[in-house]
């Protein structure tokens, strides 16, 4: 193979680590090789057809914009399937300490696609329907998703704690009830918590009235496995954080799994004691983004079938772009639409995008209020450093404009389905180069210094408001 290939994917290779987390790059690129190629052409190999699937459909326009800007010229990616331990899934559970490391990617892959989650029995407060066939998974959820996989297999010993992160109706719940679905469909006999703070603390104070703390102690710690949602509502609660970090001290120390969910992360969980935030990090962390257009359309394809609908493909195309902030006003509106078409004596297959259009008026005017976009970040960037929004598009160098302009650009990566190339044309016509060097420059400074990343993690809360 020509040398200059593999240098070109050497150079390639680390751009994207730069410009990705070390968990998503770490999860779908770092095994990556080259095997053949040339000037105009790259091909990647991969360890299977499920890491083939996925970089195809998810991440083969952003390796192409990568490629062409370090090659500097317009290059063609491919894969071809090979040999190894790729599919992502397997590659968690095979993490150390994991009882599943000498298995096969393969089996494991298997595994996980027949796997049937579906309780054998109900579970207290757990939705049959959210399962891990159920869910539907995007670029935007892809670790998360592959995270959950890896603890319902090996429960308290792949990653413990695992505290999952996003915004409302992302799907956190939806995880933390697959992740129970399934641990019990393998382990029958395993005692399966499932709690939202608010429960617990309910029971914590109902135990301190009753003068039964040690009931409500024995209750939690004799768990197998503690899923506990929205973790967030235990900020400036100091005697139910005094009580749920000795319950995790005890249930970690004992080896039991720990599922966490919050709508932001752990660094950014005001009111809450420094030791109980170290030991959220203690696991793996992974958060829920919005999902692009091609995963809406996907869910509201799975949805539908729950709310007796066929809708037409223009229909589906229609409701997925209008509705971009989270998948529960998606499912909103199939309910709406489902009612509709109820009431109506309607066949779901014949409506039309203005019939869903006049029904869904008042859900599409709020929604438009909450869809984070370009403007949208520019403003509220601007805003952040008392500056004009037209600064953020000049050709001005100075630092205090320099630098909220690519914290802008980095916004817009991780919170919009736009590509590099237009983003950079939002920015005043500069090239995809120019981005990857912002998203670059702003996850240097985020990891280096707290308060950038806390003034980026208060825009990015600003945003979703």
Known sequence: MDPSVVELWKRARQALRELLSPELFNL?????????????????????????????????S?????????????????????????????????????????????AAASRTAVRK??????????????????????????????????????????????????????GKTHLLHAIGHAIHADRPNARIIYRPTEKFTNEFIEGIQNNNLNRFRRFYRAADVLLIDDIQFLQSKDRIQEEFFHTFNELHGAHRQIVLTSDRPVGSLEGLEHRLVSRFEWGLIVDLQPPDVETRMAIVRKK?????????????????????????????????????????????????????EKVLTDLIQEESRNTITVDKIKRTVADHYDLRESDLTSRRRPEHIAFPRQVAMYLCRELTPLSLTAIGEAFGGRDHGTVIHACRQVKNRMEHDPNVRQAIELIIRLLHT
């Not at 990616?77 to 899934?89: I, K, T």
């Open 28 to 60: 779908w690129f770092a095994r990556l090789r080259p095997c053949d190629g040339s000037d105009s052409h790259l091909v990647l190999q991969v360890s299977n057809e499920f890491q083939e699937l996925w970089l195809t459909n998810n991440y083969l």
């Open 62 to 106: 952003l390796l192409k914009e990568v490629v062409a800007h370090v090659a500097g010229q317009p290059y063609e990616v491919s894969f071809r399937v090979g040999g190894g331990n790729g599919d992502p899934a397997a590659a968690m559970a095979a993490a150390p300490g994991s009882s599943a490391g000498g298995r096969s990617a393969k």
């Open 117 to 170: 989650s579906q309780p054998a029995s109900p579970l207290e407060g757990l939705n049959p329907r959210n399962t891990f066939e159920t869910f539907v998974v995007g670029p935007n959820s892809q670790f998360a998703h592959a995270a959950a996989i890896s603890v319902s297999q090996n429960p308290g010993k792949t990653w413990n704690p695992l505290f999952i992160y996003g915004a409302s109706g992302l």
């Open 304 to 356: 539908q079938e729950n709310y007796g609908l066929h809708l037409p493909d223009e229909v589906v195309e229609f409701l997925a772009k209008k509705f971009r902030s989270n998948v529960r006003r998606l499912e909103g509106a199939l309910a709406k639409l489902s009612a509709t078409v109820t009431l109506r004596q309607l066949r779901s297959r014949d409506l039309t995008i203005p019939m869903a």
